[in-house]
């Protein structure tokens, strides 16, 4: 069983060098996703793309619904976005499912990702644990 934490993260702003911002870090089993990223390119003799954790802002817009909807229905649910803050440019996604009790995680990425990455790994949590974690994105509910 993978264990799941979500962090509010406060990080320079992609945009304004000089401001922090809170950006939503995901890590499984204490290594966060940026963290997978690197070891699989290394491991692929590639670097990374570059894209970072998602910013509070983002994840209000964004991908709030589909976190939520990630613990009890399929959902597609994106983690990071390229760095230059153009939501299209690029996006780093899992593609969530249940069974029984569980949550399953897979990676769900274009042919420039899969190229630079090689195969990612999969995850799964216990669906009670998945949705404990989950709870730190009710801070955005309290603004």
């Not at 992609?14 to 950006?23: I, Q, T």
């Not at 399929?74 to 983690?79: E, G, I, K, Q, Y």
């Not at 593609?95 to 990425?109: I, L, P, Y």
């Amino acid at each position: 069983m993978d264990r799941l934490k979500l962090i509010w993260e406060s990080r320079l702003s992609s945009h304004n060098k000089h401001k922090n911002e809170s950006f939503l870090a995901v890590y499984v089993n204490s290594i966060s996703i940026e963290q997978e990223l690197i070891t699989a390119a290394e491991r692929n003799n590639a670097t990374t793309l570059g894209d970072i954790f998602l910013s509070m802002e983002s994840v209000k817009e964004f991908v709030i619904e589909d976190w939520k909807k990630s613990c009890h229905q399929n959902s597609l649910v994106t983690l990071m976005a390229c760095a230059c803050g153009q939501w299209e440019c690029s996006t780093i996604k899992i593609k969530t499912s249940q069974q029984d009790n569980w949550v399953h995680w897979q990676f769900a990425v274009n042919d420039v990702y899969q190229k630079n990455y090689g195969q990612l790994p999969e995850f799964w949590f216990d669906a009670e644990d998945y949705a404990k974690a989950l709870q730190v994105l009710d801070e955005l509910n309290e603004d």
